[in-house]
């Protein structure tokens, strides 16, 4: 029983996997011609994300700390990817940048789309562990930001501004933040929870 369900958990991962190494490249060769720093920024997000989920798969089947241990990278990873973001943000609005809204709201439409699918398959599996939460909690990050970036776009085209597109990617960083601190947070409750069950062990064998 065991083995099948790591089976189902790997199977998702990869496919999860591979839909976010096909919308990073998407998003960065779409932002990059589109000079969005939402795009860009949903391209590291999805990069990051991708990095996670290897780490995922190769704890899949290895101990509880191991799997604790792939989700404190996964939390900091976030982090930092939130502070790139910014950091991207902040070089547009200084140097000036003239992002293109029609490129925003399609590539958007796409990437909601593609990440409401990884959301179901992660949502189908049963009693998942603190790596299959954590990557359930990227993909709704992703789809939150996808849904911003098509507003944001909607507001470019508009207005013939780039605010809106700076406003997003600080935005996504801050999802992405908040996401990250959740993930490190569950990865230490679990930590908490073996260390109580462990004590409990053993006063229970005094």
């Not at 790139?84 to 796409?110: C, E, H």
Request: glycine share 10%; proline share 1%; with cysteine.
């Amino acid at each position: 029983m065991a083995e099948q369900r790591n089976a189902t958990e790997r199977r998702t991962l990869w496919i999860v996997l591979g839909l976010n190494i096909g919308l990073a490249v998407a998003f960065f060769a779409s932002g990059a011609f589109g000079e969005s720093s939402a795009l860009i920024a949903n391209g590291l997000d999805n990069l990051s994300d991708s990095f996670v989920y290897a780490i995922s798969l190769f704890a899949l089947s290895r101990s509880a700390k191991w799997k604790r241990g792939a989700a404190n990278v996964s939390g900091g990873l976030l982090i930092l990817f939130a502070l790139g973001i910014l950091y991207d943000a902040w070089r547009r609005y200084v140097g000036g940048s003239d992002p293109l809204g029609t490129i925003m709201i399609v590539m958007a439409l796409v990437a909601a789309a593609i990440n409401a699918l990884c959301v179901w398959l992660l949502a189908r599996l049963r009693d998942p562990d603190v790596n299959i939460r954590a990557a359930n909690t990227f993909s709704w990050n992703d789809f939150a930001a996808n849904l911003g970036i098509v507003v944001a776009g909607g507001l470019v085209a508009w207005l013939g501004t780039n605010w809106p597109d700076l406003v997003v990617g600080v935005i996504v960083a801050g999802i992405a933040a908040w996401g990250g601190v959740g993930i490190l947070r569950d990865a230490h409750g679990e930590h908490h929870k073996a260390v109580h069950n462990d004590d409990q062990v053993t006063k229970d064998s005094a």
